[in-house]
C-alpha cells in the first residue's frame, strides 16, 4: 500500500517560513494526486492545497500568495513551501494521496505559528 510520511513542522514566529515534506512509497508516484490538508484543535480538516500528476495546482483562498505546493517525482515527494505565517495558520498539516489503490493519510506533522 501507500505510505505518507510527513516532516518539517515546528515552531516559528509570524512573518516567519516553514517548508513541509511528504514522502510517499510506491513505484509510481508521478500518477498520485497529491493535497495537503490542516486541522486545528476542535475545528474540522481543511483542504489547503493540491497539484496534479500533471502539476496543475490549487490553493485555498486564505493561503493564496503564501503558500506553494510543489512536487518531485525523482523523490518521490510533495512539498509545501509556506510563507508568511500567520497565527491562524497554527494546525496539524496532513499529507494526502490519491492513487489507484484508494487514498492514503500521512500522520501528520504540527506547525506553530507564534511569538
Known amino acids: 500500500q501507500v505510505q505518507l510520511v510527513e516532516s518539517g513542522g515546528g515552531l516559528v514566529q509570524p512573518g516567519g517560513s516553514l517548508r513541509l515534506s511528504c514522502a510517499a512509497s510506491?513505484?509510481?508516484?508521478?500518477?498520485?494526486?497529491m493535497a495537503w490538508y490542516r486541522q486545528a484543535p476542535g475545528k474540522q480538516r481543511d483542504l489547503v492545497a493540491t497539484i496534479t500528476s500533471s502539476g496543475t495546482t490549487n490553493y485555498a483562498d486564505s493561503v493564496k500568495g503564501r503558500f506553494t505546493i510543489s512536487r518531485d517525482n525523482v523523490k518521490n515527494t510533495v512539498y509545501l513551501q509556506m510563507n508568511t505565517l500567520k497565527p491562524v495558520d497554527t494546525a496539524v498539516y496532513y499529507c494526502?494521496?490519491?492513487?489507484?489503490?484508494?487514498?492514503?493519510w500521512g500522520q501528520g506533522t504540527q506547525v506553530t505559528v507564534s511569538e
Open positions: 510506491g513505484s509510481m508516484f508521478s500518477i498520485y494526486d
Open positions: 494526502h494521496a490519491h492513487h489507484p489503490y484508494g487514498t492514503s
